[in-house]
Nanobody, 126 residues
Framework: QVQLVESGGGLVQAGGSLRLSCAAHGRTFSNYAMAWFRQAPGKEREFVGCISRRGGSTYYADSVKGRFTISRDNAKNSVYLQMNSLKPEDTAVYYC???????????????????WGQGTQVTVSS
């Protein structure tokens, strides 16, 4: 069974930082783009950022550009999200996901991803 496990969420003050991790189990995803999404209560799940299969290209939502950095370590079958200068509006459950197509490079739509983790809560206080 494929399993993605997010960790690193928590409570942080505005302006602070958190580093989220996503470890994949059951399959190697080194040939797939991976992404982070987030979902706040009452809102649709939204794209945060994605990274190409080798980590050479990254893409971010405008709302987090310049503050968040996505990276991956294919030897560990893991992807990370470094979040700096956090704002209260960043509060959400954060999910990692694997793109549905082999050798994928980019994707910002929920429907483009087949495997999802259970999410980790990030709460930013003012």
């Amino acid at each position: 069974q494929v399993q993605l496990v997010e960790s690193g969420g928590g409570l942080v003050q505005a302006g602070g930082s958190l580093r989220l991790s996503c470890a994949a189990h059951g399959r190697t995803f080194s040939n797939y783009a991976m992404a982070w999404f987030r979902q706040a209560p009452g809102k649709e799940r939204e794209f945060v950022g994605c990274i190409s299969r080798r980590g050479g290209s990254t893409y971010y939502a405008d709302s987090v550009k310049g503050r968040f950095t996505i990276s991956r370590d294919n030897a560990k079958n893991s992807v990370y999200l470094q979040m700096n200068s956090l704002k209260p509006e960043d509060t959400a459950v954060y999910y990692c996901a694997v793109h549905r197509f082999l050798y994928s490079v980019y994707g910002r739509e929920v429907r483009e991803y087949d495997y999802w983790g259970q999410g980790t809560q990030v709460t930013v206080s003012s």
